[in-house]
Structure formats: structure tokens, C-alpha cells
């Protein structure tokens, strides 16, 4: 069963940097593309980021364009999402997703980002 686990969430003041990690395990994470989704309270899961198998292609949210940055480590099976210029709508669970064309959804069990002074 395919595990995917996030780490990095925390308290930020507004301007601030995260790096969030999930480790992935029990599938080919090289061959899969990722996303990363977040959360915020009272709200639904949104879609932030995108990268490709190989890592050469991603894809952002507008919000979040220009001030995250996604990127695979395949040799580590670790996906990460760099945050930077952090504000308070940010602050939310983060998840990252395995999807795979089947269908087929998985999910950690995501780590929460506060952007707060």
C-alpha cells in the first residue's frame, strides 16, 4: 500500500519560509508525478503545485505562483514544496497526493502550516 508521509509544517510569521518534505514509499516514486494540495480551515482541499515524474515539468496555483516552489528528489523518494513570502491565507494542512491515471488517489496524512504574527 502505497505510504506517503508529510514533515516541515510549523508556526511562520507573515514573510517567512517552510520547506515541507513528504517521504514516499511502497511504489515507483520515480515514475510518478506529484501534487501537493493544502487545506484551510472551514474551507476544501485545493490544489497548489505539480511536478512531473522526472521533475523537469511543475505547475502552480495562481495564489501561490511565484513564491513556492516544488521539487523530487527521486534517489530519496522525497517530495518537497519550498514556501517562501508566506502569508496569513496560506496557513492551512498540507497534503501531498500520489494520482495515478487508474484513478487511483492517495494521500498522506498532511502537516499543518501557520502563518501567524
Known amino acids: 500500500q502505497v505510504q506517503l508521509v508529510e514533515s516541515g509544517g510549523g508556526l511562520v510569521q507573515p514573510g517567512g519560509s517552510l520547506r515541507l518534505s513528504c517521504a514516499a514509499s511502497r511504489f515507483t516514486f520515480t515514475y510518478y508525478g506529484m501534487n501537493w494540495y493544502r487545506q484551510a480551515p472551514g474551507k476544501e482541499r485545493t490544489w497548489v503545485a505539480y511536478?512531473?515524474?522526472?521533475?523537469?515539468?511543475?505547475s502552480y496555483a495562481h495564489s501561490v505562483k511565484g513564491r513556492f516552489t516544488i521539487s523530487k528528489d527521486n534517489p530519496k523518494n522525497t517530495l518537497y514544496l519550498q514556501m517562501n513570502s508566506l502569508k496569513p491565507e496560506d496557513t492551512a494542512v498540507y497534503y501531498c497526493?500520489?494520482?495515478?491515471?487508474?484513478?487511483?488517489?492517495?494521500w498522506g496524512k498532511g502537516t499543518l502550516v501557520n502563518v501567524s504574527s
Open positions: 497526493n500520489l494520482h495515478r491515471i487508474t484513478g487511483e488517489d492517495y
Open positions: 511536478i512531473s515524474s522526472s521533475g523537469q515539468t511543475t
